[in-house]
């Protein structure tokens, strides 16, 4: 049974580590490998990346492995078959096998006769099983009984080469039991192979010649995969020493853009400057040539003072003229407001912008796989939400996200009819004409191309469905009222004691302690949820970038363009266009704000240990939507984006 099993040591291998089968699993393309061999092959690979390490096939997830049973038992057997085999046993076994078997020689080596003891030994009689000098071989040579003995070449491990059953020779090999024996013990193998030792050793040695050439071959095969796995590892170097190269170049690009439109700035308030200085030292030239002037009438003055003879008094004085000059005369001098504006507004856009895009792509992983479009080194969708995030809300006052460094100014919209008078609210609703939304659902049809009608899409009903339509939000900080406090990349909100020193904006509430988010939606389906903490009064919801910025009418659900919940003194009420319902307080802090602008609602949810719908306005959205957040309570915390936080 040796000789099947030893012949499978090729099929019971493991591809891997070239070792016998630990553990050993099947692959779906019918391939074997050790389990601990798979796993640290696999082992940071991504979902799309799980293949077969002999034939390459690639599996679409990473494929369910079990245990091969039949081949373990065959591993298990052929382990043991190799323990049992003689031809198996250690070097220390068999160096205590030669040492026990150390013939009998003289001091220069030769075997010694085993009639005299003395001299040394010419042949060996294999049927006498004794080794005689040249004296005592001369019955062997010269009687007729002894010419069917088999000489040899002296031998000195007679003992060895004899059967200890039955004390003869072992001329002959059993095959199947890997071992020696006699013509009597050859009778009790005459199932098995046997064959003369002449024979066996032959076959042995071409087994053992077809072993050397099968290691050669797979030492070959080692080496030239050793070579090739250090070949790759040369190759991913050099593509990661590329790609971090591109990659610097990439940032030192994105740092020089910042600072040339950091030298543009600074080069503009220094012009500013000039023209200050330059200002002032033309009124300071033109205040000292009054002092001199008044100087020199004092001098005058002074010395018609000292006459004291009134005729000559009077003649001096009629000289001197009564000229009254003007006093002097300081004019205005400052930096041009708008200019600093504008400026300062240019870099805290900036900033935003990076802030932003740094955060998403760190916290969204996945914006690597995407496909490259029009932006370099971000996908598509990322390109579109970088344009949204940079893009100020319609009609607000501000600049274009940076183009190479460069900011322009936004040109404000018209707002005079064409008659020359101004516009009513009336007057523009009727004449109100499309715009591109800044939302990164998409930039609206132009009104001469119809839009084509898109299905709408599956109402969500749990949390798991609704997060695969979550938003990140950011704080819009050109609305923000001067009580609330901005911070962490613009996603947390609190109310400030003093009032921020926020530059003056049009598009800043000034009566309501609100705000408005920079992302705004026209179409699709969006999801945020926000965390709430301290404070009796506070609210969130979604507005309409037209919404007033003063007056009582500006707070949020107290006109058409704003639909919100609120917590009044611990009272949880829903508000729009001024109308008041009393809702049940949920015991959570953390909730969802659902937008269907397909739809046309917006939902309100409750995260807890149950997840569940508070409120829902059934609205047609006829402009982008905004999330808006008001706080009044000094303790009030919002924290926008709270995916990750515990209610």
């Not at 009597?184 to 064959?195: D, E, P, R, S």
Request: proline share 6%; hydrophobic share 30%.
């Amino acid at each position: 049974m040796a000789m099947p099993l030893e012949g499978m040591v090729e099929e019971l291998t493991c591809s891997i580590c070239l070792s016998l089968f630990t553990t050993p699993v099947t692959l779906p393309c019918a391939h074997n490998f050790c389990l601990q061999c798979l796993d640290l092959t696999w082992r940071g690979a991504e979902d799309s990346s799980y293949s077969c390490p002999q034939c390459r096939d690639v599996f679409s997830s990473k494929p369910e492995l079990k245990k091969n049973t039949v081949l373990t038992n065959l591993v298990s057997q052929l382990k043991t078959v190799q323990k049992e085999d003689p031809d198996n046993q250690t070097e220390d076994e068999e160096v205590e096998e030669d040492e026990d078997h150390e013939p009998k020689t003289t001091d220069m080596g030769a075997v010694l006769c085993d009639s005299c003891r003395k001299m040394a030994a010419s042949k060996t009689c294999l049927t006498c099983m004794a080794s005689f000098c040249q004296e005592h071989l001369l019955p062997h040579l010269q009687s007729p009984a002894f010419l069917d003995h088999l000489l040899s070449q002296p031998l000195g491990d007679l003992k060895a080469r004899k059967c200890e059953e039955h004390n003869k020779l072992m001329d002959h090999y059993c095959w199947d039991h890997g071992q020696c024996v006699c013509c009597y013990c050859a009778l009790n193998h005459k199932v098995c192979k046997t064959y003369p030792l002449q024979e066996a050793k032959q076959q042995k040695e071409l087994h053992y010649m077809n072993v050397l050439r099968s290691m050669n071959q797979k030492i070959e095969k080692a080496t030239s995969t050793a070579e090739e796995v250090q070949s790759e590892q040369r190759q991913l170097l050099e593509i990661t020493r590329k790609k971090k190269k591109l990659l610097e170049d990439e940032y030192e690009e994105i740092k020089g853009l910042i600072d040339e439109e950091r030298s543009r700035s600074m080069a503009r308030i220094e012009e500013e400057e000039k023209r200050l200085t330059s200002k002032f030292t033309y009124t300071q030239s033109v205040l000292r040539k009054k002092r001199q002037e008044y100087e020199r009438m004092r001098s005058r003055v002074q010395s018609l003072l000292q006459e004291q003879d009134d005729l000559q008094f009077l003649k001096k004085a009629n000289k001197v003229k009564d000229v009254t000059s003007k006093e002097p005369f300081k004019p205005k001098t400052e930096f041009d407001d708008k200019l600093l504006q504008s400026i300062y507004k240019n870099a805290v856009r900036l900033k935003e912008v990076v802030k932003s895009q740094v955060g998403q792509m760190a916290e969204t992983p996945e914006w690597q796989s995407q496909s490259k479009e029009n932006l370099p080194g971000v996908g598509a969708e990322e390109a579109g939400k970088w344009r949204s995030r940079s893009s100020p809300p319609p009609g607000a006052q501000g600049e274009k996200p940076p183009n190479k460094g460069n900011f322009k100014p936004k040109k404000m919209p018209n707002t005079s009819a064409p008659d020359g008078r101004a516009q009513t609210p009336h007057d523009k609703t009727k004449k109100k004409t499309p715009r591109a939304p800044t939302s990164d659902a998409g930039a609206a049809p132009p009104p001469h191309e119809k839009a084509k009608p898109k299905p709408a899409a599956p109402i969500p009903e749990t949390r798991e469905q609704l997060l695969m339509y979550a938003k990140r939000l950011s704080a819009d900080p050109s609305t923000v009222h001067k009580k609330i406090f901005i911070s962490d990349s613009f996603a947390k909100l609190s109310v400030s004691d003093t009032p921020q020193l926020y530059p003056e904006c049009a598009q800043r509430f000034f009566s309501c302690s609100q705000l408005l988010c920079s992302q705004g939606f026209s179409q699709g389906v969006h999801y945020w949820e926000v965390m709430k903490e301290g404070g009796p009064f506070s609210g969130l919801g979604v507005a309409y970038n037209t919404i007033t910025r003063n007056g009582p009418e500006s707070r949020l659900g107290r006109n058409k363009v704003s639909w919100c919940i609120e917590w009044c003194n611990g009272k949880l009420q829903a508000w729009h266009d001024d109308k008041q319902t009393d809702l049940t307080t949920p015991n959570t802090g953390k909730y969802g704000v659902l937008l269907n602008c397909d739809q046309g609602f917006v939902s309100f949810y409750c995260i807890g240990k149950k997840f569940s719908e508070i409120y829902k306005f059934r609205a047609r959205f006829t402009e982008p939507v905004y999330p808006a957040f008001w706080m009044f309570s000094s303790k009030t915390v919002l924290t926008l984006n709270a995916y990750h936080l515990e209610p």
